[in-house]
């Protein structure tokens, strides 16, 4: 039987759901890990000058250092020639599911670095594209009834890309091929997880067989790419989702001068969700880098404010290879387009602070009921996002201008009181002796108790 799940709003203050496992599903999140880690999403072609696996294994401690705890590599798979775009060709046409892309090294490459990423203290998830192949997949030869057709017997092209075809799903051959072939990752080369690609285009009850199936062999964590709150059935599948209503709508917001409580709303609507799952936020990620532009382009000057909130919201961080620099540019994808790397990394130090603040305090846990999470009231509601997370003793404030102007404001909610720390600045604070704030755009603070 399903419990309720309670929602209190006062004001603008909201209390975040807690589903005291509302429905029985396969995210029970077994890992306490799960709950605390960010993800560092890896693009090996234009992290380094060779774009391999060993060149990439160099920067690890750098990362670690950094706070990084789970490594995804984007596909790790050799990439199909038919019909390939630019000269290297997307990762995300696959040619065979179970070899490694030479442009990276070899499978002895790829099974070192992860060997030496969980000595560090990483874990590691690989990028698993289930929807479709390229063109001359092995598949295609050995399996052609593997795939959708047309109506003329030819391959069906997946939506809006033309380099790769899709598979068919009511094929139960191919599927037990395509979970023999996760499977292999698995038992071959140790890995954590999968973050899949375009989940949400595959039938929900492919992943119900896959995971359990998958899992056989050891628990992975499980990351989809779908918005809970268009897919919610995929939620009792996978451990974690994007928050791509959230990103767009956060873009527009700041791109349209749309109204702050939109975005208000929409945390709403994520946090009925419930803690059965979690969703992933980020401010920028290999599509949105090179198609739709760097996180400076889509946000400006609260593009900080924004990486804060990632950071601290309830759910999962997501970072893409060079935000700790910044990087500044839309890097090519199916070209070789090297991030350009320097000796100071000016955004290291930023995330550092925030993602060793997520993984240690327990008021950050994601996906955890035991933590609440309530927006706080503030006399620049259209200007200011402010909210508060609390789990027994331990509470983490965070103050946001997200606008394009300066803001003088106080905080008027009753969920904030006591003495706290800046972690930003080191400096204490106590709320007794007054709540009134002075920001300039792009300001930011986050406190702990």
């Not at 759901?17 to 890896?42: F, G, R």
């Not at 974690?240 to 959230?246: G, L, Q």
Request: with cysteine.
């Amino acid at each position: 039987m399903k419990k309720l799940i309670l929602i209190a709003v006062t004001g603008l203050g909201i209390l975040s759901c807690t589903s005291q496992k509302a429905v029985k599903n396969m995210t029970d999140l077994p890992k306490d890990w799960k709950h605390t880690t960010n993800i560092y999403e890896v693009n090996v072609r234009q992290y380094t000058k060779e774009g391999t696996f060993r060149a990439f294994e160099k920067e690890m401690p750098r990362l670690k250092s950094m706070g990084v705890k789970t490594l995804w590599f984007m596909p790790i798979t050799p990439i199909a020639q038919q019909n390939k775009k630019g000269s290297l060709g997307s990762p995300y046409a696959a040619s065979d599911y179970t070899s490694i892309n030479p442009e990276f090294g070899t499978l002895n490459d790829f099974k070192h670095m992860v060997n030496e990423a969980h000595r560090l203290g990483f874990k590691v998830i690989i990028d698993w594209v289930a929807n479709h192949t390229g063109w001359d997949h092995i598949w295609t030869k050995t399996h052609p009834d593997f795939y959708l057709k047309d109506p003329d017997g030819k391959f069906h092209i997946a939506s809006g890309m033309d380099d790769i075809i899709e598979l068919d799903y009511k094929n139960q051959e191919m599927r037990l091929a395509m979970i023999d072939a996760m499977k292999y990752w698995v038992k071959e080369t140790n890995i954590d997880g999968f973050r899949c690609d375009l989940a949400s285009w595959v039938e929900v009850d492919f992943w119900q067989q896959a995971r359990p199936e998958v899992e056989k062999v050891k628990p992975l964590f499980w990351l989809g790419e779908f918005d809970e709150l268009e897919s919610p059935e995929y939620g009792k599948v996978f451990d974690a989702s994007y928050s791509w209503k959230w990103m767009h709508k956060s873009a527009d917001y700041y791109k349209k001068n749309e109204p702050l409580s939109e975005l208000t709303d929409l945390l709403r609507k994520y946090s009925a969700i419930g803690d059965s799952s979690m969703r992933a936020w980020f401010t920028t990620n290999h599509d949105e880098n090179s198609w739709n532009g760097t996180e400076y382009e889509k946000y400006g000057v609260i593009t900080k404010p924004m990486a804060v909130f990632s950071a601290t919201w309830n759910g999962v961080p997501l970072l893409y290879s060079g935000q700790e620099l910044p990087n500044m540019k839309r890097l090519e994808f199916f070209e070789k387009d090297v991030i350009k790397w320097s000796n100071v990394y000016q955004n290291a130090d930023f995330y550092k602070i925030l993602l060793n603040l997520k993984s240690s305090n327990p008021a950050l846990r994601g996906g955890d009921s035991n933590v609440t999470t309530y927006l706080l009231n503030t006399t620049a509601n259209d200007k200011i996002l402010a909210y508060i997370r609390k789990n027994g003793n331990d509470e983490v404030l965070v103050v946001l201008n997200m606008s394009k102007d300066p803001v003088n404001f106080s905080i008027e909610d009753e969920h904030l009181s006591g003495s706290f720390k800046n972690v930003f600045e080191k400096t204490k604070r106590d709320f007794s002796n007054g709540k009134d704030f002075n920001f300039k755009p792009g300001d930011y603070v986050v406190f702990e108790k």
